[in-house]
């Protein structure tokens, strides 16, 4: 499959509500080897500036194409995109991208594009100088989500966050402690010239200078890593975990802290690990039989009990609640599409819902750790603080960190330029 093609498909898919991280593992396969990396670049570049090139193509187009050209409004983008932010050629880009029209089946459309995009070269200067105060155009978010990082966190970090959310993620490690220390694998890594550094939070992170194939990477296959963002290899440490304990993970997929809590405790009475979609439950087995650890796994809606549980309590649950996932948008940048502002209190209910839920399966005396990967205070703290007002046996246990800041009820991650993911945590201890 032609490369811009298939990355026209996908950019119209996700216009039409789909996921990223569903659509690449059905298009990846069809693209020449050779050209995968390019196909992935196009994908997550065009969909990270596209608050951006959206804009550009509103004052380029005389009218906006309709859903069923959303191919042809996706090879538009992403043609902008190879102009405005790679290395290509233009003449190369321009070309390229004019002749995917033909493959798209839309031999209508093939001026319409020859002219865009010449059209942006023409205009460049003087387009950039009409958009230049309009926050969309110079920060490549939309504006719901710019007003809440604004009024919840303030100009500084808020420009922090926009500009983490527009780089590429780094690729992140997390050692296998049961099979490897972490500078036994820093050394491993050092011997096959795969140039690497310790994380600064996580005392099992390591952080690549540069993406790769895991199959490359030294003993993958047996176990000794996994991949895995820093922020959210501070699970397992902020749990406690002590031998003999029986411990819940709610909403596990793809099962990277499932893995985590075994890896750190060895030695707990039970792990019981739910997700609520079966497909999603296939990653966490594979991530467990890789690493030769063994949970309790259940396809279920963990706030319905009677579907799952069987009323032996847990002495420590994580629930990584479903969320915004405003924390990962460099990671997953078709969130800066598909999201909108009431998803956010729908959201919010749920998470309390879950709260409300698992809280009946913790034991006295035991804790709840509450995590999203969400920087908004809509989903973390006062999420927290609805429920704190409704459960009195529930108590916050500080959280004790150099990392992120300190909020009223926990603490809050945000991501950092080759630094680690947002991501929020809130420790609850039930009294007895």
């Known amino acids: 499959m032609n490369t811009r093609v298939a990355v026209a498909e996908v950019i119209a898919q996700v216009l039409r509500g789909k996921s990223l991280s569903a659509l690449l593992p059905e298009y990846a396969p069809k693209v020449a080897e050779k050209d995968v990396g390019l196909f992935k670049e196009l994908c997550f570049g065009t969909l990270r500036w596209y608050p951006a090139i959206e804009l550009l193509l509103k004052e380029l187009m005389q009218k906006p194409l309709r859903e069923?050209?959303?191919?042809?409004?996706?090879?538009?983008?992403?043609?902008?995109?190879?102009?405005?932010?790679?290395r290509i050629a233009d003449h190369a880009a321009i070309n390229e991208t004019v002749a995917a029209v033909a493959k798209l089946n839309?031999?209508?459309?093939?001026?319409?594009?020859?002219?865009?995009?010449r059209n942006f070269l023409r205009q460049r200067e003087a387009l950039d100088k009409k958009l230049s105060k309009n926050p969309i155009y110079t920060r490549a978010h939309p504006q719901w989500l710019l007003d809440l990082l604004f009024n919840g966190w303030g100009s500084a970090i808020a420009l922090e966050i926009i500009a983490a959310n527009n780089q590429r993620a780094p690729m992140v490690l997390r050692v296998n402690q049961q099979q490897i220390s972490r500078d036994g694998y820093l050394e491993q890594l050092k011997a096959a010239d795969i140039p690497a550094q310790a994380t600064k939070h996580s005392a099992q992170g390591i952080v690549l200078d540069a993406p790769m194939d895991v199959t490359a990477?030294?003993?993958f296959d047996k176990g000794f890593a996994s991949v895995q963002d820093e922020a959210a290899q501070l699970a397992a440490s902020l749990l406690n975990l002590k031998s003999g304990q029986s411990v819940l993970d709610a909403c596990c997929a793809p099962g990277g802290k499932t893995c985590h809590i075994l890896e750190t405790q060895s030695d707990l009475s039970r792990v019981v690990a739910v997700e609520l979609e079966s497909r999603r439950i296939q990653r966490v087995e594979e991530n467990l039989a890789r690493l030769g650890l063994q949970a309790e796994l259940k396809v279920a809606d963990a706030c319905e009990l009677e579907s799952w549980w069987d009323n032996q309590g847990f002495d420590r649950i994580l629930l990584d609640a479903p969320c915004s996932a405003t924390g990962v948008i460099r990671r997953h940048p078709?969130?800066?599409?598909?999201?909108?502002?009431?998803?956010?209190?729908?959201l919010a209910e749920i998470q309390l819902q879950l709260l409300r839920s698992l809280w009946q399966t913790l034991n006295d005396g035991g804790i709840l750790l509450y995590a999203t990967c969400s920087v908004l205070g809509e989903e973390n703290d006062q999420v927290i603080e609805k429920f704190l007002a409704e459960t009195p046996e529930a108590s916050v246990h500080e959280i004790d960190g150099s990392w992120g800041i300190k909020t009223d009820y926990g603490r809050q991650l945000f991501p950092t330029i080759n630094g680690n993911d947002g991501f929020y945590y809130s420790r609850l201890g039930k009294k007895a």
């Open 68 to 86: 069923k050209e959303f191919e042809i409004q996706g090879l538009l983008a992403s043609g902008l995109y190879q102009l405005i932010h790679t």
């Open 106 to 117: 839309r031999p209508w459309a093939k001026g319409l594009v020859n002219a865009v995009l």
């Open 217 to 219: 990477l030294p003993d």
């Open 334 to 346: 078709d969130i800066k599409l598909l999201r909108k502002p009431t998803d956010i209190v729908k």
